[in-house]
């Protein structure tokens, strides 16, 4: 598992952090950020923000992923939930069939299950 680990890293990891560092030293030049919607003027605007562009970017994935894993995961609560009792229901089933298996108080003995009577042969 470990090798894996080191060959994921090595194939998707290296490559996608050198163009991060890359996309960073290319792209350090301050952009302004417009927060207010209503101005079409950056100059006038109420709210601005001056950042550097990778900044932004980074910013702006960095979102998209954590907003991806939190729909993901409430869009997915629904299933975890009916699979969590699910377990318990096996749980409490393999439970009972242990305690039917070992001879509980609750089991009926040996002797009191009527057996079958033999199947007749025919004698043809």
Do not use: C
Request: aromatic content about 4%; cysteine-free.
């Amino acid at each position: 598992m470990a090798v894996l680990r080191k060959l994921l890293f090595l194939v998707l990891g290296l490559p996608l952090g050198i163009v991060l560092v890359v996309l960073s030293v290319a792209n350090r030049a301050p952009v302004t950020l417009v927060l207010d919607p209503f101005t079409g003027d950056a100059a006038t605007a109420a709210y601005t923000v001056s950042v550097p562009l990778y900044l932004l970017i980074l910013g702006t994935l960095t979102l998209g992923v954590i907003l991806g894993g939190v729909t993901s995961w409430l869009t997915t609560g629904r299933w975890h939930r009916t699979a969590k009792r699910a377990r318990a229901h096996i749980h409490q089933l393999q439970a009972e069939i242990e305690r039917l298996r070992g001879g509980g108080a609750s089991a009926p003995p040996a002797e009191a299950v009527p057996a079958l009577p033999r199947p007749r042969r025919n004698a043809t």
